[in-house]
């Protein structure tokens, strides 16, 4: 089945607005991680969170693993925010195996 | 320094050719990852190396892909021969040690394949 989903899978804001992202795992996988990906193709980690909750700046995650799901909260987004945010986990059977959520679009308007 | 390095970072080719991507990690970094990314299967593993070692490759597609890492500075992602179903953006990751000891993956420019 499928083992990372998230949602939604895109995302309009205007900027300053506050959005949340989720990130559905199977119990195959572990060690939950947020990346961004900029308009221009290049991908950036965001958080290594396999449980808890870490904040960097506008940005923080927070991760439920008994529950399987993390969620992304960016807070006063900017235009820079746009992009895509893809969530991923490593297989429990091969802990550098890093499988990738579809991804979230997000596009923060002026 | 300078990151994760790919080379090139766009390629056209026509179909049957054969195509030689290339990486070269962030120094130091003793895992290599080769991605694929395509707007219908999302961004998938091909092959991770550790040390120079290739560990999992049960995500290369079939057997016209190959990857080598002769060096810790150097690997190769070649597609022979290539197909217009190969067309996609090819990234690079390098990582100081495992996941599961909370490394961080950090990701090269990718290099765009369109094969004709």
């Known amino acids: 089945g499928i083992q990372v989903e998230q949602s939604p899978p895109d995302l309009i804001l205007q900027e300053g607005a506050n959005s949340t992202l989720r990130c559905n795992f199977s119990?195959?996988?572990?060690?939950l991680q947020w990346f961004h990906q900029n308009p221009w193709g290049q991908l950036i980690n965001l958080f290594y969170?396999?449980?808890g909750t870490k904040q960097n700046g506008r940005l923080s995650a927070t991760t439920v693993a008994t529950e399987r799901y993390s969620l992304l909260y960016i807070s006063s987004s900017q235009t820079t925010d746009s992009g895509v945010y893809f969530c991923?986990?490593?297989?429990?059977?091969?802990?550098?195996?890093?499988?990738f959520g579809p991804g979230t679009s997000l596009s923060v308007i002026p | 320094d300078a990151g994760v390095i790919q080379s090139p970072r766009h390629e056209v080719t026509e179909m049957g050719q054969e195509v030689t991507l290339r990486c070269k990690p962030i120094s130091g970094h003793d895992y290599l990852f080769w991605y694929r990314q395509t707007m219908m299967r999302g961004l998938e593993l091909l092959i991770y190396?550790?040390?120079?070692?290739?560990?999992?490759d049960s995500g290369m597609p079939e057997d016209r892909f190959s990857a080598k890492m002769p060096n810790a500075s150097f690997s190769t992602l070649k597609i022979q021969p290539s197909e217009p179903r190969d067309s996609a953006v090819y990234f690079c990751?390098?990582?100081?040690?495992?996941?599961?000891?909370?490394?961080?993956?950090?990701f090269g420019p990718g290099t765009r394949l369109l094969v004709l």
């Open positions: 119990d195959s996988v572990n060690n």
């Open positions: 991923a986990g490593a297989m429990k059977t091969s802990y550098d195996k890093v499988i």
């Open positions: 969170i396999p449980s």
């Open positions: 190396f550790n040390n120079n070692v290739p560990i999992d």
């Open positions: 990751a390098s990582s100081l040690a495992a996941l599961i000891a909370q490394e961080t993956q950090y």
